[in-house]
């Protein structure tokens, strides 16, 4: 299957919607259990940036599966900037978010930082993610290729979107389809947002490819008080689902604290998705 059309690396990107005619790819579902992502559903992923104990994620996944999300998230193996600040629960985390999704009843994703870790990670996730500061290491890209998860693949926030894409084609290349694109935020020279997020890019890379793309407007503003909105925009614009970064106190998190959403704000976000769904041909709930 070609998912992206990237292996015709000779033909320059944009002549490769003339494949196409429509410029539509057929999308490719992927699933992360019974949650499918690519299909009429938009789903919401959400969490902690990382878990920090057993009740902290265990309430977080109660009071966003509670609101309406389908898939738990959470950082055990955290690529901090700097190296004075948490790193995470490692191994130990991964355990615990698994007890709390099952509590809750959702599958969970979390972040692989190496491919060390690959192994020992798989048989307690449901779906691995690949964050930003990671999406050009090319021997975990090809190690995702070989494990029968999905993978969420976070563009890099300097990386273009032909480099983003051909990142994820080295995990489909390796065997291993299941791949959902996530935009995060970019770099720019526009400061007042912790980054900037590229919403025509997503919607660039979900028409050159058939892979579902989701949108993180948690890192890409910093600012839970944006998150609502952009959310909106990401239902309204088609695009496949969200990642948030919710937390249960968030002046209390160990890291991320001043982007998370705390339980009212998620509430309200999920209320407008609700309202706006109808209008765009999508759904929320099962
Ligand atoms: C995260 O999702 O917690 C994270 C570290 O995000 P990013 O890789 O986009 O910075
Ligand atoms: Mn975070």
Redesign the pocket.
């Given at each position: 299957m070609n998912i992206t059309n990237l292996h015709k690396e000779t033909a320059p990107v944009t002549e490769h919607a003339a494949d196409n005619p429509g410029g539509m790819l057929p999308r490719a579902r992927v699933q992360i259990r019974d949650i499918e992502l690519g299909g009429d559903r938009f789903v919401v992923i959400a969490g902690p940036?990382?878990i920090e104990s057993d009740t902290q994620i265990a309430e977080t996944a109660s009071l966003v599966s509670a609101h309406g999300a389908q898939v738990l998230?959470g950082?055990a193996f955290?690529?901090r900037t700097s190296p004075y600040t948490f790193q995470g629960l490692g191994l130990e985390g991964v355990k615990l978010m698994r007890a709390a999704a099952d509590a809750a009843g959702m599958p969970m994703i979390t972040?692989v930082l190496s491919e060390r870790d690959v192994e020992a990670m798989e048989p307690w996730v449901d779906a691995f993610?690949v964050?930003?500061?990671?999406m050009d290491n090319t021997a975990l890209l090809k190690m995702l290729g070989d494990v029968r998860k999905p993978i969420l693949l976070?563009r890099g926030?300097a990386a273009t979107i032909k480099e983003w894409l051909l990142a994820a084609e080295y995990i489909i290349v390796g065997g291993n389809e299941q791949v959902v694109l996530?935009e995060?935020g970019i770099r720019t020279f526009s400061n007042e947002t912790r980054f900037t997020l590229d919403l025509a890019g997503a919607l660039y890379a979900r028409q050159e490819t058939q892979l579902p793309v989701v949108i993180?407007p948690s890192?890409a503003t910093g600012n839970p008080r944006l998150i609502p909105s952009l959310a909106a925009a990401t239902l309204a614009a088609g695009l496949d689902g969200l990642?948030v970064?919710v937390h249960p106190d968030p002046a209390q998190a160990l890291s991320?604290g001043e982007q998370a959403l705390p339980p009212d704000l998620f509430r309200d976000m999920m209320e407008l998705l609700s309202r706006l769904a109808p209008a765009t041909g999508r759904f929320l709930h099962a």
């Open positions: 940036c990382a998230r950082g955290k690529a972040e993610q964050g930003s500061r990671n976070k926030f996530c995060r993180d890192h990642m970064e991320d």
